[in-house]
């Protein structure tokens, strides 16, 4: 069997899911769309579930597959719905979604008189310019909603651009104009992701929306000393399968972008760009082998990569190759491939995965 394996140690999700809320304070929904930033979405909500305040997903069929995995929690669908159609399931299942446009505000306010009791997350532009409602119409769709009989409960959300950045201004400037319209609107306010949760202390509200953080990764570019409490949830491994010794001088793998400049002793290993492994992540990316740090040499191949063994004796044939997990951080990976760990963690695939 092809030895490439994410390891998902299921107590860490629940030590970071536990963590951040208690950074936060008040209630958490853990954010499991994209199948659980690739970790499994059911997998990982039942491990929260008898933790968690609530679930968060992007689409209507992520939040389906985990009350159909037994999860029966409050689930935000963070994009709200696509077409009016969708809010059928959203009232068979109890669904919060989010609204975010005129276009959804409009949907449910064509529901029939028999809709009530809806419970949805209102969001506002508050600077990010991407979904939500401009300030200035904010209030006007908050009583529209608490009007059109329909809906019960409103939680006034908005979403920030930069709180990775936690020595930028954008996300004080946009927690006041959100706190300018909101502070006269009843309801319970969710405005953090984890990024504001670990650095962003007026963005604490009711609700926070932990996601990356979950999985034991920092949305921070340096170190930051709420994320070390953090735990990889994450371990993906693989194995040597293959050795050999070149002179000086030769080069190795596709496009022999990479010349020996010594006496190179390579190993092969079973995981490449099909596995979601970044491709721009070559010559120099950190691996570990059986906990020892070495770096990538050559192109990443679909299936395949070379990484240097010279100053590993011992490491040969069937030694452990970690790509990510506890010796070497995603995040380190993703910058030696010019993005960020969150999309590599989503992008895992032809692992197998392994809970524990
Ligand atoms: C994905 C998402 C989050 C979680 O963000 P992280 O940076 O992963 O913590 C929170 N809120 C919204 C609206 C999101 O789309």
Redesign the pocket.
Known sequence: MRPLVASIRLDNLKHNYLLARSQHGGRALA?V?ANA?GHGAVRCARALADVADGF?V?TIEEAIQLREGGLDQPIVL?EGVFEAEELALVRQHGFWP?VQSAEQLAMIEALPASAKGLTVWLKMDSGMHRAGFFPEHYAAAHQRLMGCGKVERIVK?T?FAR??EPADSATRTQIETFDSVCAALPGDESVA???A?MAHERAHRQWA?????LYGAT?FDTSHPAAAGLRPVMRLTTRVFGTRELPAGQPVGYGGTFVTERPTRIGLIACGYADGYPRLASTGSPVAVDGVRTRIIGRVSMDMITIDLTDLPHAGIGSEVELWGDAVGVNEVAAHAGTIG?ELLCNVKRARFEYS
């Not at 929306?209 to 953080?213: E, H, K, L, V």
């Open positions: 954010v769309k930033y968060a992007a963070l989010v959300m979403h709180a990775d992701n984890s990024a949760i929306r932990p996601g990356i953080m949305p969150y």
